[in-house]
């Protein structure tokens, strides 16, 4: 199952991406200083809306196009993709970075990317991967 490293090294793989800190101290992946995935580590009132289903271990946070694919996410992989109350209504998804594959984490990563990406840069990306 996937790492933080693995997170880093996949993210910082795509074009234009730069690794920061957060305004809370967790790392960030931006592209062209637009946000795409994050460390998100669950806060109080993550845990209490949770409850007995709040994951213990690492959470990755990650953009995806719409709410829609959320929805897909959430219904197809349970044990792996979540969301909190905070996120209603946003096209995020919370990763249970211990339970997902590294190809699925790869997906994961270069869609919140495309979706976050300045349209050529995005393109130019697409033009060149096999």
Do not use: C, N
């Not at 809370?24 to 949770?50: I, N, Y």
């Not at 409850?51 to 990755?60: F, M, N, Q, R």
């Not at 130019?124 to 991967?129: M, Q, R």
């Amino acid at each position: 199952m996937a790492t933080w490293e693995d997170v880093a090294r996949i993210a910082l793989g795509l074009p234009e991406t730069s690794e920061e800190a957060s305004y809370d101290g967790a790392t960030a992946w931006k592209v062209k200083g637009r946000l795409f995935t994050w460390e998100r580590p669950l806060r109080k009132s993550d845990v209490e809306a949770l409850g007995d289903a709040a994951p213990e271990g690492p959470v990755l946070a990650a953009r995806v196009p719409d709410v829609g694919v959320k929805g897909a996410l959430l219904a197809d992989r349970p044990d792996v993709y979540f969301t909190t109350p905070h996120f209603d209504g946003y096209p995020i998804v919370l990763v249970r970075l211990d339970r997902v594959p590294l190809p699925d984490l790869e997906e994961l990563l270069v869609e919140a990317w495309l979706d976050r990406a300045p349209k050529r840069v995005a393109q130019a990306y697409l033009h060149d991967s096999p």
